[in-house]
């Protein structure tokens, strides 16, 4: 081990419209307060995480695995080691700038003879990852002064985006908020009827109209809808794009100002949703989705499965900014709020 403190561990049926038809009215399902209790610090308890070993094995794999290898019956540190780990850090997508900032530190360790042995060396590398990714665990915080407090997520088809709403909004009942959906991914068809599942299994309201519908008018009816009836969080689904996409980028910055005239301040969160197997591909997307919308916080899923989850320090080394959550499984359970040093333990255990 290395040294980490131990954590504790009615279906919707929107009416649709054909497009270029009349705008069809807006149906909710009926919302069922949720009677669960918030804790006291308005942050749900974490939840035990005895798997996140075994749910990042992958990520391990091209990681922590590599740093078992390269101080295997090894007693002297010397620059052929930190060769080495710089190397299986690279590997393993954590980055060049990421890496360089490592690599510094334990050098700096090193020459003022802070440690002695490998065993020394290991607590140290533990120690610096979690500092450098310390910046970036920021929990997602809803101010109540907004409500609804509105989050759009945005991201490319296939990073799971759809899917994290889905369990986003059980995380947030978990803390007794209301929750409502918006299905703005009005080009395909497919989305709006994932949006509906998701609704009826957390068994709150999702708005919807047709496919082609205009994805701002959905999402503008949806806060709405949210305002009449007090729902705490508004969570709107955006089409999946590529951020070279002009068009549609241009389209979600329509969609920010549409919000803008029921709600000043809204979005309150601009989330991108982020497949942590595009790995620097992913943080390229990630910049230019920045660019165009200014982001607020990262979720960033797919991490049991691939052997890139070194991207995280190459998202708090590059761009610093908040990583929510990270998305370690199928389970309703498995999009959970990012820790730094149970992310670090888990990869070097």
């Known amino acids: 081990m290395f040294g980490f403190g131990k954590p504790k561990k009615s279906s919707n049926k929107p009416v649709e419209q054909e497009p270029g038809t009349a705008p069809a009215p807006v149906v909710d399902t009926p919302f069922n307060p949720c009677t669960i209790t918030a804790p006291a610090s308005g942050q749900i308890e974490d939840a035990e995480p005895t798997d996140l070993t075994e749910k990042l094995a992958k990520t ?101 985006k759809t899917t994290s709403i889905g369990k986003l909004a059980h995380h947030f009942q978990q803390q007794g908020k209301s929750v409502l959906l918006a299905a703005g991914d009005t080009f395909r068809a497919a989305a709006v009827e994932q949006l509906k599942e998701w609704g009826s299994r957390n068994d709150v309201p999702v708005v919807a109209q047709g496919t082609g519908a205009d994805p701002a008018s959905v999402i503008f009816d949806a806060i709405e809808s949210a305002s ?42 601009t989330l991108l949703i982020m497949d942590a197997g595009f790995g620097q591909n992913g943080l390229q997307q990630a910049q230019q989705f920045h ?59």
């Not at 607020?296 to 708090?316: H, P, Q, S, Y």
């Open 228 to 269: 009449s009836k007090n729902i705490d969080i508004v969570i709107a689904d955006t089409a999946g794009r590529l951020h070279t996409q002009d068009n549609l980028m241009e389209e979600l910055k329509k969609i920010k100002r549409v919000m803008g005239k029921f709600d000043a301040s809204a979005p309150h969160e």
């Open 60 to 160: 391990r794999r091209g990681f922590g695995d590599g740093m078992a290898d390269f101080v295997l019956g090894k007693k002297e540190l010397d620059r052929e080691m930190l060769d080495e780990l710089e190397t299986t850090l690279l590997s393993a997508d954590v980055g060049i700038e990421a890496t360089s900032e490592i690599i510094d530190a334990l050098q700096a360790q090193i020459s003022r003879k802070a440690f002695k042995n490998v065993d020394a060396l290991q607590i140290a590398l533990g120690d610096i990852m979690t500092a450098l990714l310390k910046p970036c665990e920021q929990p997602l915080p809803i101010d109540s002064e907004h409500r609804p407090y509105v989050i759009l997520v945005v991201g490319i088809n296939g990073a799971g």
């Open 291 to 349: 660019d165009a919308m200014t982001l607020t916080g990262l979720a960033v899923t797919k991490l049991d499965g691939t052997a890139k989850g070194g991207i995280l320090f190459a998202i708090a080394s590059k761009l610093k900014l908040p990583i929510r959550f990270i998305g370690v499984g199928e389970d309703i359970e498995d999009l959970r709020p990012f820790h730094a040093g149970e992310f670090v333990e888990a990869l070097l255990e």
